[in-house]
């Protein structure tokens, strides 16, 4: 167990709050791991609070992917139950279930967006099952997948309480093919579906599911010092939409550069 004390002071917010963190973690045989874990944290999307000192518990992190709209600092606690086994050298697997209630937040875009469209909400509940396996197959060439099922529920004290959070799919799929090479290069092939999601609030409506593939190819010479990426995202240039009102991207391409001291 472990506690995570916050002080924050920003311009615009100010917060302390002391995150309780329990765990435990049990070898079932040499080669089947289980974790529970049971957190609390804050949700920060502008990362002031990050930190390089080891405070993950057993290798958990709350998740913040789903609430990253959110400019109130929201608190949430999370609690993960994860079974990690190894069948052989070349197959891995994992199934894990997850409940995540948060407070005080707003919503937009996912992933990682800042945009924030629907308001203040009080409470929500995001409840999660998710599994996945890594295959080895060649020597130098993996295949993963994986599978998240999510129930989301808007417990704020309003006439939406009970209904689905909007913008979080019910489902969410991601496969990827990576060829790893011994010059440091590394090139990975993605398709990844994002299922049906409210469209808003009152969850009346539906904004439909979405299938994109992405490439992205990394490498890093000079003893991994430098570090060069390339990326193509919706690579078929799927049409569809984040929210009503906002059309994604089409095909987009990203060159990335980063030094390593």
């Known amino acids: 167990g472990a506690a995570f004390y916050r002080d924050i002071d920003l311009d615009t917010l100010a917060k302390q709050q002391v995150d309780p963190r329990l765990g435990v973690a049990w070898r079932i045989t040499p080669r089947h791991w289980l974790r529970a874990t049971s957190q609390s944290s804050l949700i920060d999307p502008l990362r002031t609070q990050d930190t390089l000192a080891p405070v993950a518990l057993l290798g958990v992190v709350v998740p913040d992917v789903y609430f ?83 129930w989301s529920e808007n417990r704020s004290p309003d006439a939406n309480r009970g209904r689905a959070l909007p913008l979080i799919s019910r489902e969410e799929f991601e496969s990827s093919l990576v060829w790893v090479d011994r010059r440091q290069i590394t090139v990975a092939l993605t398709g990844e579906y994002s299922g049906a999601r409210a469209a808003n609030l009152a969850a009346r409506r539906d904004l439909d599911g979405y299938w994109t593939a992405n490439v992205v190819a990394n490498w890093q010479p000079l003893a991994r010092h430098l570090s060069l990426t390339l990326s193509i995202e919706n690579l078929l240039n799927e049409n569809y939409v984040l929210a009503e009102g906002f059309p994604a991207a089409g095909t987009s391409v990203l060159l990335g550069a980063e030094w390593r001291f």
């Open 68 to 150: 990253t709209a959110s400019d109130t600092l929201p608190a949430s606690w999370y609690h993960q139950l994860r079974w990690d086994a190894e069948w052989s050298r070349r197959v891995y697997t994992f199934v894990q279930v997850d409940r995540q209630d948060v407070e005080d937040f707003s919503l937009g875009f996912v992933p990682d967006s800042r945009l924030t469209l629907f308001g203040f909400l009080k409470d929500g509940r995001l409840d999660t099952v998710s599994f996945g396996a890594n295959v080895w197959l060649l020597e130098n060439v993996g295949l993963a997948a994986s599978y998240k099922h999510l």
